[in-house]
T-cell receptor, first 116, second 117 residues
Framework: AQSVSQHNHHVILSEAASLELGCNYS??????LFWYVQYPGQHLQLLLK??????LVKGIKGFEAEFIKSKFSFNLRKPSVQWSDTAEYFC??????????????FGTGTRLTIIP | DAGVIQSPRHEVTEMGQEVTLRCKPI?????LFWYRQTMMRGLELLIY????????DSGMPEDRFSAKMPNASFSTLKIQPSEPRDSAVYFC???????????????FGPGTRLTVL
């Protein structure tokens, strides 16, 4: 079965530091990739998604992610984090891109804490 | 649009009681998903529906869990009887029909925090 790995369970950074959160998946076929964010006490919201085309995807709030097919990775980046980025970040994969399979497999999440 | 609506937001019950969680998806969305989030297991998909029909319920933990979607604007997740290990946050999400490229964005509700004593 497909799986998604987020190796960083808790990341602590100071404001203005650069961020990179890792995401690796285990599926050899076509995939669609997502990053969701969950701010404290809130529901999950979409940050960005990749379906096809340019492997460098830009999302909201200055986040971007790069799909590297050869590495089965979709790492999330932000050049300069803010205190308001404190949240939990989830990578998700939809394998078998195409009609009929809407299932997302989520990683276990990475908690990001930004110190002012 | 009001987004995905879930009720109740918090539920505290005693072991053995029946619990019913409710979800109203975004109008026009064809897919509805139920997830469970715990510290130990993260975010797990329990079941999802397409046009009110259950498509994949392989994530439903056991027979104590059941889900229905009687119409396009309402779904329930029922636990009977409830157990302390069912304590978690239960999220409902909905999405529009995916494109030929695959699944589209899922929009999550605020969740129901369930505590079973």
């Amino acid at each position: 079965a497909q799986s998604v790995s987020q190796h960083n369970h808790h990341v602590i950074l100071s404001e203005a530091a650069s961020l990179e959160l890792g995401c690796n998946y285990s599926y050899g076929g076509t995939v669609n990739l997502f990053w969701y964010v969950q701010y404290p006490g809130q529901h999950l919201q979409l940050l960005l998604k990749y379906f096809s085309g340019d492997p460098l995807v830009k999302g909201i709030k200055g986040f971007e992610a790069e799909f590297i097919k050869s590495k089965f990775s979709f790492n999330l980046r932000k050049p300069s984090v803010q205190w308001s980025d404190t949240a939990e970040y989830f990578c998700a994969v939809n394998p078998d891109g195409g009609f009929g399979n809407e299932k997302l497999t989520f990683g276990t999440g990475t908690r990001l804490t930004i110190i002012p | 649009d009001a987004g995905v609506i879930q009720s109740p937001r918090h539920e505290v019950t005693e072991m053995g009681q029946e619990v019913t969680l409710r979800c109203k998806p975004i109008s026009g969305h064809d897919y509805l998903f139920w997830y469970r989030q715990t510290m130990m297991r993260g975010l797990e998909l329990l079941i999802y529906f397409n046009n009110n029909v259950p498509i994949d319920d392989s994530g439903m933990p056991e027979d104590r869990f059941s889900a229905k979607m009687p119409n396009a604007s309402f779904s329930t997740l029922k636990i009977q009887p409830s157990e302390p290990r069912d304590s978690a946050v239960y999220f409902c999400a909905s999405s529009h029909r995916g494109t030929s490229l695959g699944a589209d964005t899922q929009y999550f509700g605020p969740g129901t925090r369930l505590t079973v004593l």
